[in-house]
């Protein structure tokens, strides 16, 4: 019996010398490309790479929104760096609101734990609203790229899971996008049609300057 | 203020016309092709096509392995079509296990809502196995094609939910695929390195012939 | 010199039967699928499919953003279907803006052809807003699925063609997603901090209910 | 024992409704796409689908170049529709020369199985040429677009199996593109820098008119 | 007023810390990767990455094919790294002419802003050509990694830009490809059937040896 | 005759500076990534990069499954890397078996160059069995990801090539994932449903532990 173990360790050997990569662990401190952060070393990787425990307790929602928004992309979860997924958290106290935003790298698949979801998106093509109250264990998805939004339904708080078909889908919050740069103001306004006061009065509330 | 809004309009008209496709709702009675199935005429989409209900239910877990996988794929969630992502609802009761299995249209991403599970995957280059006991809200990932599994690794229920990189990830189940079919025990034997008496074992418990 | 045409004529024939796709010119009449419209015969393509003659006169600029964006996408472009590239017209009267929008399928890229415009983004990771003025000549890239602009800068009439990454990238006008359909304007001011007055005047301009 | 089957058959049928696609089959009958042909009824898949007889046999060499290509390309090999991959067989006489040209969609990788040939292939980026004569059991990478070449190095009959990085790879063989067509002398010449005189002489031996 | 801009911040700053790859900057300094150019660090980036004015003068005419191609591919255009998009501009002085070429990695579509192009391109399946005289503001699809050629069809010098479905689209032009290169002179007859005459006076005029 | 050739080389010079990504050859030395391993520099570069003899010699047949796989994948053949294409040879003994294991990166095409092949895939999707005998000169595809094999099904040693869609596709076969390691006999058996004395002498033969 020793004999076949050798034997078949040697076809082992040969085989996976010249392996797959079935998946490239980000390490984050060597060069980012378009398709991701460099690999890990295979002997580095561990099944902690793998698994990622920042999504088990829930955000801090004493904000504005009352709302938070705990992703778990390829800077956080290294694992899933070159893989096409990835996850995010979302706590919605009451009355609490995930402000209209957009994904620019992926779509997204939302999933109701507890509470309830008034949740839409916008199509580009005509600009048609899809939009329903979502009770728990309900899924709805969003496609890539569409202004989309989510709002606590109920009285009590909400949980859901959300996840990307991208690693890094990004997320731009329009409200951000507008008021909280160096944007100047007269630019916003003549791209937008808001009001001059309506435009300060956000910048305030959110940062913006110029 | 009447001409604004027609004047407005018939810039909206023009470019919506020559629109984006921003979805491909399936219409499951149209041709399948590599891409998905085709779509469904807009006009004829609403929001339902993009919110699943039927993962609000646990499946049933009155058999063998105590433990029920209700999918969302595109088939019946007819929003994803194309957009590379879908989800499933995992069941285990106490003792439950969802089998080894591989999903070889894409990867997976996996958080536990309730109960407690151990996951694992076999990586391709080196055989090497990474596996964990999880907990609520721990997430874990499992790359395309390889070899994993789940199993309830506490003494409640287990409920988690999983999304895929894909629309139409596929399940490829080790036992139905080698067990519950008619490919000859001889050729399963000299593939599997398997016993003769293991072999019809399980194809008598899976229903497998030849 | 008869025997060699034939001869070779039969390796043509052989080889010509087994040959590629190099295009697919979009047959609009037949379904549509996530990756594109169905393909014309190859027998009823001719040049006229992969020229487009639209964008040779200006859109018109009588409106209230004093400017006009004619696409030639692959709904009016057939031509382009399947390979991941399309263009548009932009006219821009003195004082014409395009709106803040996004693209949710593609890159862009502008070339000014006569003129001066003022362009920017703003990328998702940090709000950091990316805008220059430019001159005749110039050319910018605008990343997939970000917020931008154009505004023409200077006093006279400015022209300039897009490409993008996608022949169907899609056009999301921010004003026209918030307040040319029926969102109702309690779920807008939730989700954009911004004011009745101003969701309701923007709405009125714009045509949107609820 | 009959409960445990029938209770893991209800599983098995519960996961098989949502299924991937793991392939899909060319129904060369139904409309094509820019991703491929539409897919056969899975009912009506064999295993025939995914075996193709056809490069048994070797071309007929006897023609002015003596080789032959003999494509299995999803035209005709079915089963490759979708899946990125395809091969063809190339016979070589003494003397025989499969001429410059290039395959649009995809890479090529050349095995040698018996006889010696001298291949090649030039780079766009600098104009260099990578050329060796290749030996039985010799591998070579030709990258996609770029104008490559086979040529039979020895004294005794070639044969070589090549496989694509697509299923619909495509071939442009240079001569028959510039010279078995009815694209005007003139054009040529202005564009080749060839003269008149060699390009009249092409054009008759191939039946380019104009 | 001063603690919602604090809440809102603390929000912003976790979610832009997990924030998406908007975009990769090429560092040319860096390595190289298959899928395009390391990334600049985010810091370093300004908006002058995402323009370029190096197509704002018209490349130099004065050689034997009156005609430039001055591109802007990933290169020079940094900003374009990972975006699946490019530029490139042509003039072509009376008589101008863009030799047959090809591009392996790209679509392209081209508009003519002044003057008159007949522009054309070999379909690889069946060798037909289409081609047809471009007026200003026609725009034409040349699909990828076919045959193509431009030529001033018009008695006053033609300006056209080209756009690419890749930031790096390569550019092999056929006689550079034959006759600018070592390729000895035989192989060159051999694979392409022109006379020894007629490739030596090529190679003449372009530099080749062997 | 000077003037052309210097006026054309200025040419020649100004695209090559900004010429496409025509390949990518590995350098093994730098940082992997999710696109496949860093380039080797461009003046580095030679033919030998291209192409690979390590195919020539048949693998070593004296072990248990009286088989072997020589791979050349992107590891071992360099010039692969970021083309999606790649090859193995299979070398049969009499009563040789290529156990049954997937590639969980892509698709597999088989071309029988001597002796003859059963071989066979199960589908995911109804478990669902294809199998054949082949002969000298069939070939055979094998859909990503999906369990299959190769029997030698003669009375002589059987030859084969195999291409695969990825330049790193995989492999991982089902009795190594197993029975190679050290993962626990105890979740084996719960998630294979195979007996502790089968699991047991398996982990005997491969080496496996735990």
Redesign the interface.
């Known amino acids: 019996?020793i004999l076949?173990?050798l034997?078949?360790?040697?076809?082992?050997s040969?085989?996976?010398?010249?392996?797959?990569?079935?998946?490239?662990v980000a390490?984050l401190a060597?060069?980012?490309?378009?398709?991701?952060?460099?690999?890990k070393k295979?002997a580095a990787v561990?099944?902690?790479d793998?698994?990622?425990?920042g999504?088990?307790?829930g955000?801090?929602t004493?904000?504005?929104?009352k709302a938070?928004?705990?992703?778990?992309?390829a800077?956080?979860?290294a694992?899933?760096?070159?893989?096409?997924?990835?996850?995010a958290r979302l706590d919605l106290a009451v009355g609490g609101?995930?402000?209209?935003h957009?994904?620019?790298?992926?779509?997204?698949?939302l999933?109701v734990?507890s509470g309830s979801i008034?949740a839409?998106?916008?199509?580009?093509?005509?600009?048609?609203?899809?939009?329903?109250s979502?009770?728990?264990?309900?899924?709805?998805?969003?496609?890539?790229?569409?202004?989309h939004?989510q709002?606590n339904a109920g009285g009590t708080p909400a949980l859901a899971?959300v996840?990307?078909?991208?690693e890094?889908?990004?997320?731009?919050?329009?409200?951000?996008?507008?008021f909280?740069?160096?944007?100047p103001s007269e630019?916003i306004e003549?791209?937008?049609?808001?009001?001059d006061a309506?435009v300060k009065?956000?910048k305030?509330?959110?940062?913006g300057t110029g």
Chains 1, 2, 3, 4, 5, 6 share one sequence.
């Open positions: 019996m076949p173990i034997l078949i360790f040697s076809l082992l040969s085989t996976s010398n010249a392996a797959v990569q079935d998946f490239c390490d060597s060069p980012d490309t378009p398709s991701g952060f460099a690999c295979p561990t099944v902690n793998f698994v990622f425990s999504l088990g307790a955000g801090n004493s904000n504005i929104i938070a928004v705990t992703p778990a992309f800077e956080k979860f694992g899933v760096n070159g893989l096409g997924i990835s996850m609101v995930i402000p209209m957009t994904h620019p790298g992926g779509s997204e698949v999933v734990i008034c839409g998106f916008i199509s580009s093509s005509d600009n048609k609203v899809y939009f329903k979502l009770k728990k264990g309900d899924i709805m998805v969003f496609p890539r790229g569409l202004l939004f709002i899971f996840s990307f078909s991208s890094r889908p990004g997320l731009q919050i329009l409200d951000f996008a507008l909280a740069n160096d944007l630019i003549m791209t937008t049609f808001l009001d309506q009065k956000l305030g509330v959110l940062g």
